[in-house]
């Protein structure tokens, strides 16, 4: 990251080539490495493009920076975390079959989810691959899964590797959400470890 001539505190916008778990991915994983404002752009290059924003094709030449890692331990959730607290809302993101336990890939070891996940579909959140649906879409659909948005209740997204989490991450905090958290781990850790339970 010093290389790319940043030092975590000044403002990151992430993008990729339209809107995502890309991006959502590598910002959560700034935020976690102790970059103070980060930020994703909706709707990616694509949209800027669309936009007639400027944009250039030469090769950017920073000067290095140190960039000084301060994991921020708020934004992740540990497997031994989601155990130990009961209180906590847990939101399995993947598709409907990953949950159930009728599909998994091949790195999987077990098939199925956390004990006492709800599921809501990462693409609930994202409007045709463009930007965010509407605060009052993704709100809607948050009531009918039941999701406390009590700002002192922990929400902890999850998906196979954490991506589909990270986009789910940032539509919570975007709708208010006070204590989002990322098990980063997500699934590809959980089914290999033999002392966790799994549901289907």
């Known amino acids: 990251m010093g290389k790319l001539g940043l030092t975590g505190k000044e403002t990151i916008v992430v993008y990729e ?7 959502a991915r590598v910002g959560w994983m700034l935020e976690y490495t102790g970059a103070h404002k ?6 990616g290059f694509q949209a800027w493009r669309k ?28 497997a031994d975390e989601i155990r130990s607290d009961r209180s906590a809302q847990i939101l399995d993101v993947r598709s409907e079959g990953e949950f159930t336990g009728e599909e998994g890939r091949e790195c999987d070891k077990r098939r199925g989810r956390i004990p006492r996940a709800r599921w809501l579909e990462w693409t609930n959140f994202i409007d045709d691959g ?3 649906k509407t605060r009052s879409e993704m709100a809607s659909v948050l009531k009918k899964r039941g999701l406390n948005k009590n700002r002192s209740a ?19 905090r975007s709708l208010g959400y006070g204590k ?5 781990g997500s699934w ?11 549901e289907k």
């Open 17 to 23: 080539s339209g809107f995502g778990m890309r991006a």
């Open 38 to 43: 980060v930020f994703l752009l909706e709707g």
């Open 51 to 78: 936009s007639d924003f400027p944009t250039e094709n030469r090769p950017l030449e920073p000067d290095a920076k140190i960039f000084r890692i301060r994991p921020m331990s708020r934004v992740l959730a540990t």
């Open 130 to 132: 463009k930007r965010f």
């Open 154 to 172: 922990v929400v902890i997204t999850y998906c196979h590797r954490g991506a589909r989490a990270a986009a789910a991450y940032y539509a919570l």
């Open 180 to 184: 989002v958290r990322n098990y980063v």
């Open 188 to 198: 590809h850790e959980w089914s290999a470890r033999k002392n966790l339970p799994v």
